[in-house]
């Protein structure tokens, strides 16, 4: 006998990423060679210093319960960088440990939004961020390209959350400082929050993205999301963090409590290691992703029907393929099956992703090189 599901159950989505992931394994074991672009996951090793504190932890009993919160060594640590890297003033107190970033999308969702509040949000954007705030059945206000004009033009007396992602995924874009400084004046005498997705906090390749946490009278009011899959590659370890005003954090402890208990021990202590630790593995990381992206991306854009703008961050390349005269997804679909690259459709992201397709850089410079290779083939053949 199958029961039937809540009715909010028909409003969360999956994420397209690990769908064309299942299907792509698929290929593979029939025998078909397929250059994996689809997931964002640093294909780099965590760097050795942090796995020797994962394994010192383990021996050590770092494997009982730990404080809903996070432990407080590294809360402390997450503090400090945070004070340090956005130039603002935050303690111990105001952080929260989470077994990965996307917790720290639905905690303070969870804490924050009524049915029928509003929530501006970047589309294409995370698809996580569409899937809760109609999950929790508040109204999404999609923006296709995130500048202060647009907010302006969003902002309504419903508006409850506002969520900002810079560097972006899956557009790999910065917001400009001036920009950020602009919409924390819409913002700073109204009654929202902010959620400010920070995950690629460390990954960029020209001008430094800002926080709006950083604007006098905003850290009052903003949820700084960060953590450590992206900048320490560090996916599978999950781990993440929250910073925000102390009434909000004991709220997302509440809801920690009520689902996870807490984040795994021994993993915090590894993330310890990772913020006190050196930082050469994150920096030679970005390098090679600068180079991946120079190239790829020049590549990319010799492509009939191919357009490619240069990204400044993250490790995504999105090009349009309007020129191609295929939609997003029978593309993607078709250099899978044909072409043997997996890759996403632009409407993984949302309804503004059509017309364009998401490429991870997070394979080799060969690897990379050879995809390019083969789409070109492929568009050779179809044009």
């Known amino acids: ?102 917790p720290m999308i639905f ?21 996580t961020y569409e899937s809760m ?42 917001i400009p400082a001036d920009d950020i400084r602009a919409m924390a004046e819409l913002l700073r005498e109204r009654d929202v929050v902010v959620l400010s997705d920070e995950i690629y906090s460390r ?45 909000l954090a004991d709220a997302v402890n509440k809801l920690m409590v009520n689902s996870n208990s807490c984040t795994a021990s021994f993993v915090q202590r590894a993330g310890i290691a990772a913020l006190r630790g050196p930082q050469d593995a994150v920096d030679a990381m970005v390098r090679e992703f600068r180079r991946r992206r120079d190239a790829f991306v020049e590549a990319l854009n010799r492509v009939p029907g191919f357009r490619c703008a240069v990204p400044e961050g993250a490790f995504y390349a999105f090009p349009n393929i309007e020129g191609t005269g295929f939609g997003s997804k029978a593309l993607a679909d078709a250099l899978l099956d044909e072409a043997g690259v997996a890759s996403l459709s632009g409407t993984a992201f949302g309804a503004g992703g059509e017309g364009y397709l998401r490429f991870s850089m997070a394979n080799s410079f060969e690897h990379l090189m050879e995809a390019v290779r083969r789409i070109g083939e492929f568009m050779r053949l179809h044009c």
Not at 5 to 14: D, K, N, Q, T, Y
Not at 26 to 50: K, S
Not at 82 to 93: C, D, P
Not at 210 to 221: C, D, H, N, T
């Open 133 to 174: 705030i109609e999950f929790l059945g508040a109204r999404g206000v999609p923006v296709r390209r995130f500048t202060a004009e647009a907010l302006a033009r969003a902002l309504t007396d419903r508006t409850k959350l506002v969520i900002l992602n810079s560097p972006g995924n899956p557009t790999g874009g910065v």
């Open 107 to 127: 905690f303070p969702m969870l804490a924050l939004l009524d049915a029928g509040d509003e929530v501006i949000y970047p589309n294409p954007g995370f698809p």
């Open 1 to 102: 006998m199958v029961m039937k599901l809540a009715e909010r159950m028909s409003r969360i989505a999956s994420e397209s990423a690990f769908e064309v992931l299942v299907r792509a394994r698929g290929l593979e074991a029939a025998g078909r060679d397929v250059i994996h672009l689809e997931i964002g996951e640093p294909d780099f090793p965590t760097p050795p210093h942090i796995v020797e504190a994962g394994q010192r932890a383990l021996a050590d009993g770092w494997t009982k319960y730990g404080p809903p919160q996070g432990l407080p060594e590294l809360r402390e640590a997450i503090a400090d960088d945070v004070s340090r890297s956005r130039g603002v003033r935050v303690g111990a107190e105001h952080v929260c440990v989470v077994p990965g970033g996307k």
């Open 203 to 247: 990954i960029w390749f020209g001008e430094a993205p800002v926080s709006i946490a950083s604007v006098p009278g905003m850290m009052e009011k903003t949820i700084i999301l960060d953590g450590f899959s992206k900048t320490y590659s560090m996916t599978g370890w999950r781990l993440g963090f929250g910073v925000m005003p102390v009434w």
